[in-house]
């Protein structure tokens, strides 16, 4: 049976894992390996289980323990090869990748990696390149798309295509407005290439969730801009305005920002 959890999500990192039986997928390592193992320990999954590596980009809250994580279980890291280039520029990972783990990928290019099938599309984000994927395995289909400004058309197939979807909700935009972020930071976040506001996450889930979704987790929340219940209530009003209802139509879940959220099963 395919298997998630995230171990955390937002601005002090963001880490998931995928896993069968036999096969595991990290996606992203922003996480201390410290915590990660301490977190796979309290969950009695070995850090063997991890045989893959995939990654949205190079920003340091998703990728600080790549290299070091690479490293110590020799696993091969999948991405761009722009944001391979700004991980190894990236000051906050201090062990590189080694060249022979170091595996580009190219978005819109299906690839096969273990029991994983896996697609990555191009997401809007001011970092050196961004990627979202949708992972297929076992007859499920799971989709992350986080730090993302905008969905775009591109995106809009993939959410499509979801019976498990990962999409940010990172900030409710009045707390944004009136909080205490300098103006360039706040035109930063609000802007096409920034962060994807509690009410674009749900118009987005109005405007692409299928018959075929099953499972929304709410990712990368803010700590200063955001609170999970505001996120829940929001998404969960924009949806119910439109015959949507949570719970009822498909499951919706907060992911923690800081801890682990819990081991779910795709089915």
Sequence with gaps: MLKFISFASGSSGNCYLLYTDNDGLLIDAGVGIRSLKKAMRDYHIHMQQVKHVIITH?????????????RELDVPVYTTREVHDGIFKNYCVTKKIEARNAH??????????????????????????????LVECQGVAFCIVTDVGVVTDEIKPFINKANY??????????????????????????????????RQCGESLVENATPGLRHVWLCHLSEENNHPELAR????????????VAGKDFMLEILKRKTPTGIFELK
């Design 165 to 198: 979807l990962v999409i940010e909700a990172n900030h409710d935009e009045e707390m944004l407005k009136n909080g205490p972020y300098p103006d360039y930071l706040k035109s930063r976040i609000l802007g096409t290439r920034g962060h994807l506001s509690n």
């Design 58 to 70: 190079d920003h340091a809250d998703h990728v600080k323990s790549v290299g070091s994580l690479s």
């Design 233 to 244: 209530k929001t998404v969960e009003a924009i949806l119910r305005n439109s015959g949507i």
């Design 104 to 133: 580009c990928i190219e978005k819109g290019k299906t690839i096969n990696i273990g029991e994983f099938k896996i697609t990555p599309f191009n997401v809007p984000h001011d970092s050196t390149d961004c990627v979202g994927y």
